[in-house]
């Protein structure tokens, strides 16, 4: 969190559990206790790996501080719904296109988009709750490619509905996946290249589905996929 910029680190203990406490917003460890192991909110999150309840919290209120500073309009879910398409096709954008507009266009149905770096010990890729009648969509870009920062937003974004199967359709349409599927070899880059620009997604997104299906060994295929990496502004 100090590495971060979140809070200032102090080699004063009281002051530190102080930076602590008001980086959470909360007056003492026990209402800390009161208030996160509450705190309502839908995860996507890895089981292969131990979490932390105090980084995830950590992470979570970092995500609340930038989301309150992103001026929303009322949220308004068929709005959100609406955009979505507008949001698939900025999947072939470069992150310093799509990350303003996205948050932009969320912003216009009520939805405070938030990238907050990943911290140890929370194996979050994304998560969702209310906060002042506002939505947040939080992401942590956890393993970086393309695939997964896209399948995760999806996901979030689909929270009412099934959220995998959301996801999934949404970046991918069922019926032109399938009709893909019937033509191709099992092993050629090269029509998966096609496919994504007639769908206008990235081809990273159908690497990644070919490979969650097994369709496409986890080896092959990732030069078409995008990695993206924090900056230092960031």
Not at 164 to 176: E, G, M, Q, T
Not at 182 to 197: H, K, M, Q
Request: aromatic share 12%; charged share 25%.
């Amino acid at each position: 969190m100090t590495k971060l910029g979140w809070i200032a680190k102090h080699k004063d203990k009281t002051r530190q559990l102080e930076e602590v406490l008001r980086f959470f917003g909360v007056a003492s460890p026990k209402q800390w206790q009161e208030v996160w192991h509450n705190y309502q909110v839908a995860y996507r999150q890895t089981q292969c790996l131990k979490t932390s309840a105090e980084s995830v919290s950590a992470w979570l209120r970092r995500g609340e501080i930038e989301a309150l500073e992103i001026k929303c309009a009322p949220f308004n879910r068929k709005r959100f719904l609406k955009i979505l398409d507008d949001v698939r096709d900025l999947t072939r954008k470069s992150p310093n296109i799509f990350v303003p507009e996205l948050v932009n266009l969320a912003a216009s149905a009520g939805v405070a988009v938030v990238f907050v770096h990943e911290l140890p010990k929370t194996g979050v890729f994304g998560a969702t709750r209310w906060l002042k009648g506002k939505a947040v969509l939080q992401l942590s870009l956890r393993y970086k490619s393309n695939d997964h920062l896209w399948f995760t937003f999806f996901h979030e974004a689909g929270q009412e509905e099934e959220a995998n199967a959301f996801a999934r359709d949404k970046l991918i349409p069922p019926v032109a996946y399938r009709r893909f599927l019937s033509t191709w070899d099992g092993r050629s880059l090269e029509p998966i290249r096609r496919f994504a620009e007639e769908i206008n997604v990235a081809p990273g997104i159908i690497v990644g589905r070919l490979q969650f299906e097994e369709r496409l060994p986890r080896s092959h295929g990732n030069k078409l996929k995008v990695f993206y990496r924090w900056s230092q502004a960031s």
